[in-house]
């Protein structure tokens, strides 16, 4: 069972930064597809940016050049670093651990708050 604990979220002003953590029990983080996801009111939950185990990173065309994700594998840690935050950027983000191994795995965190406002 993989466990995830978001942290990092809070209230920030148009145009700010926040760095999201996503805690990961155990090391799964380079075994499994890493990735953030993000659920505003009243709309579905939509992808925001993944990191495969080999590294490769992908990312939803709203947040291209101003959301990183990152991780560390020593630490079974995954970040979303985001710049130029917009009032549209405003939803409750979560980690997501997918692997596919005979079965699919797939884990989620409880989500994290970010609201964008001024």
């Known amino acids: 069972q993989v466990q995830l604990v978001e942290s990092g979220g809070g209230l920030v002003q148009p145009g700010g930064s926040l760095r999201l953590s996503c805690a990961v029990s155990?090391?799964?983080?380079?075994?499994?597809?890493m990735g953030w996801y993000r659920q505003a009111p009243g709309k579905q939950r939509e992808l925001v940016a993944t990191?495969?185990?080999?590294?490769?990173?992908n990312y939803a065309a709203s947040v291209k050049v101003r959301f990183t994700i990152s991780r560390d594998v020593a630490n079974n840690t995954v970040y979303l670093q985001m710049n130029s935050l917009k009032p549209e950027d405003t939803a409750v983000y979560y980690c997501?651990?997918?692997?596919?191994?005979?079965?699919?795995?797939?884990?989620w965190g409880q989500g994290t708050q970010v609201t964008v406002s001024s």
């Open positions: 997501n651990a997918v692997r596919v191994a005979l079965r699919r795995y797939e884990y």
């Open positions: 155990g090391s799964f983080v380079g075994i499994y597809t």
């Open positions: 990191i495969a185990s080999g590294g490769s990173t």
